[in-house]
């Protein structure tokens, strides 16, 4: 997204280079799922999560909206403008603690799969998460099972399904949804939800790896807002308190904070 505008990105992803952006899509979704458990982590200490609307991030994602909306007038039979203007509305949400954001995500990637379904996952977990992030889990997880059962073959749709069944209370659903996660290093979203089943295992010591990789997987990604990488901090800083390593923890914290 950053080395080309979206307007030329319509024009230039069509025929045989449409399924790559969409493969490309689906990679920035999956930062998504990297986020999707943070309100546990984040509500208990009840800090706000608003940023400012001098943020940088913030503006970026509101300039790049603004692209994408010019984009989808060019070619409004295409599903990649919508797709993407929901992942961004979902980065939008986080910043801003905004459910109005959250439902404009869920309205964009609809519009998104009503153009197309195949193809489309980056809008399928992008719905699912702007499901979740407003609190209608068996709806989110509906979404997930549907991405599941079309391809299986993909560890983050069996990531994000365990999440929903998490805030379902379905443990033993989400114990296999995560078991089916070949390769959980394989993304920054995978990993986020290993960390959080190995923490509920009670092996906070693993979660806290596997929260160092996702946090330096995430860093080394283009457009990632800040904020996203420090919850990486923030929940290894959690885990440390919980092994009671005070001084592991506030170095965390410290990190995340700058």
Known sequence: MNSMSPMSSV??????NTRTALVLLSMCAVLVVAVVARHMATDSFGFPQEASAASPDLQRIDRELSDWREAAKVDSFSAIAPAYAAALLMQRARLTGSANDAMRAEAEARRSLALRTQHNGGA??????????QHRFEEARDVAQENV???????VYHSLLAETQLELGDYEGARASFAAVRAPSASSGTLAGAARWAELQGNPREARR??????AMVATQAGVPAGEIAWFDMREGDLALQENRPNLAEAAYRRGLA
């Not at 399928?124 to 992030?133: D, G, K, P, R, Y």
């Not at 059962?149 to 560890?155: E, F, K, L, Q, T």
């Not at 596997?210 to 946090?215: C, E, M, T």
């Open 11 to 16: 024009r230039r992803w069509s025929g045989r």
């Open 124 to 133: 399928f977990v992008t719905l699912a998460a702007s499901l979740l992030e």
């Open 149 to 155: 059962a079309g391809r299986p073959d993909v560890d």
């Open 210 to 215: 596997l929260l160092r990789l996702g946090r």
